[in-house]
């Protein structure tokens, strides 16, 4: 069973801006760290940008300054801001959980779809 759930994916022109979300279904996605994943077509999976439990992000040296990944812990949801896209960010993004408190817990998503077009 597929315990989370991303949204906002979209079509968008170059230069443009979409709103991912990723919450879980049966748990609080508070309890866990989370990763932001994409890959296009053809591609290897790609490593995006990170948040810990506590608030710490970290992000792929080519989403610097564009990306923000963020928590609402009163939506128990994970947000990553993605502005000034590139048409070589097309690409299904997917979200994961990781060292949640409980095991079982640390799953993925099945993924939004975003194409950027130039």
């Known amino acids: 069973q597929v315990q989370l759930v991303e949204s906002g994916g979209g079509s968008v022109q170059a230069g443009g801006s979409l709103r991912l979300s990723c919450t879980a279904r049966?748990?609080?996605?508070?309890?866990?760290?989370v990763i932001w994943y994409r890959q296009a077509a053809g591609n290897q999976r790609e490593w995006v940008s990170s948040?810990?439990?506590?608030?710490?992000?970290n992000y792929a040296d080519s989403v610097k300054g564009r990306f923000t990944i963020s928590r609402d812990k009163g939506e128990a949801m994970v947000y990553l801001q993605m502005n000034s896209l590139k048409p070589e960010e097309t690409a299904m993004y997917s979200c994961?959980?990781?060292?949640?408190?409980?095991?079982?817990?640390?799953?993925w998503g099945q993924g939004t779809q975003v194409t950027v077009s130039s």
């Open positions: 948040i810990t439990r506590d608030g710490l992000t």
């Open positions: 049966v748990f609080s996605i508070n309890m866990c760290g």
């Open positions: 994961r959980t990781v060292n949640c408190w409980v095991s079982t817990w640390n799953s």
